[in-house]
């Protein structure tokens, strides 16, 4: 089998890999991440202060907590 060089979608690492492609991207995941090229299907997320689902923008980055309780 033949290797092929690839760049994470998700980390930005590069990586040369014989695990088999994902059946939806055709690319393997990454050994540092464990991801594909997939998009994330994550669209909301629960906050711990008001135990609310909002969408993913309603998070700053590095932070649990919604633009609401932050």
Do not use: K, W
């Not at 033949?2 to 690492?13: F, G, K, L, P, T």
């Not at 040369?16 to 464990?34: E, K, L, N, T």
């Not at 689902?53 to 932050?70: Q, T």
């Amino acid at each position: 089998p033949q290797s092929r060089d690839y760049i994470c979608a998700n980390c930005d690492e590069g990586y040369r890999s014989f695990d088999p492609a994902c059946r939806r991207c055709h690319v393997p995941p990454c050994p540092d991440c464990g991801r594909c090229a997939c998009p994330s299907r994550v669209t909301e997320r629960h906050c711990p202060g008001c135990f609310m689902l909002h969408p993913l923008s309603m998070f700053p980055a590095g932070s649990d907590r919604c633009l609401n309780c932050d």
